[in-house]
């Protein structure tokens, strides 16, 4: 997708190991989402951010940290990875207009074994 | 890995046929409103958009149609063709400062040959 990458698309890890996704924009946009996604489910939010440093939570953050440090960059962070954290995780991104939707990258598959 | 689109509930139509996806959303006080489509292994792609002042939108192929008074939003697409098999998402969002987009749990599409 352009001006969004996700890295690394595809990851298995064991149980209990800390785990960081990167999403990375050349795009200088402003608003950054990640999102789980999950068979029989939409996409629900885990954390944004709204700028550098500022990062919020989703309705599904328990498990999960942000950090914001360049424009550029959003990262995921599973202190401690569970099963039911085994997903497909979105990186979105977002302008700063009133009517504008989110592109989003092409995915990481999250396997915790 | 299991499909995003099992679970969900199906459309099926014949190539060839037009196709409505439906959607109900949840806040009577969102004022614009998105149809994604997503491809096996692929993040959602934007499709077509709509703000509440307007009740009806056209794309290429696609018209988005917008019912306020029953939080009701469909989607046609014309001439369903077999590369419109997908995953169809509507989301719904509150304009302001950093607002997020809220994602229903989204439709199969099948185009039968």
């Known amino acids: 997708d352009a001006g969004i990458t996700q890295s690394p698309r595809h990851k298995v890890t064991e149980t209990g190991t800390p785990v960081t996704l990167r999403c990375h924009q050349t795009?200088?946009?402003?608003?950054m989402y990640w999102y789980r996604q999950d068979p029989g489910h939409g996409l629900r939010l885990i954390h944004y951010s709204y700028g550098v440093k500022d990062t919020d939570k989703g309705e599904v953050s328990d498990g999960y940290s942000v950090s914001r440090s360049k424009t550029e960059d959003f990262l995921l962070t599973l202190e401690s990875a569970t099963s039911s954290q085994t997903s497909v995780y979105f990186c979105?991104?977002?302008?700063?207009?009133?009517?504008?939707?989110?592109?989003f990258g092409s995915g990481t598959r999250l396997t915790v074994v | 890995g299991e499909s995003v689109g099992l679970h969900l509930p199906t459309l099926s139509v014949q190539e060839g046929d037009n196709s409505i996806i439906n959607c109900a959303y949840s806040n009577s006080a969102s004022d614009y409103f998105i149809w994604y489509k997503q491809e096996s292994g692929k993040g959602p792609q934007f499709i077509i958009d709509i703000r509440s002042n307007m009740d009806k939108r056209q794309g290429q192929r696609v018209t988005v149609l917008l019912n306020k008074t029953v939080k009701h939003l469909s989607l046609q697409i014309a001439a369903t063709q077999p590369g419109d098999s997908a995953v169809y998402f509507c989301a719904e969002n509150m304009t302001g400062a950093n607002s997020k987009l809220t994602f229903g749990k989204g439709i199969t599409l099948s185009v039968r040959p």
């Open positions: 979105a991104i977002k302008g700063t207009a009133l009517y504008h939707g989110y592109t």
């Open positions: 795009e200088n946009h402003r608003y």
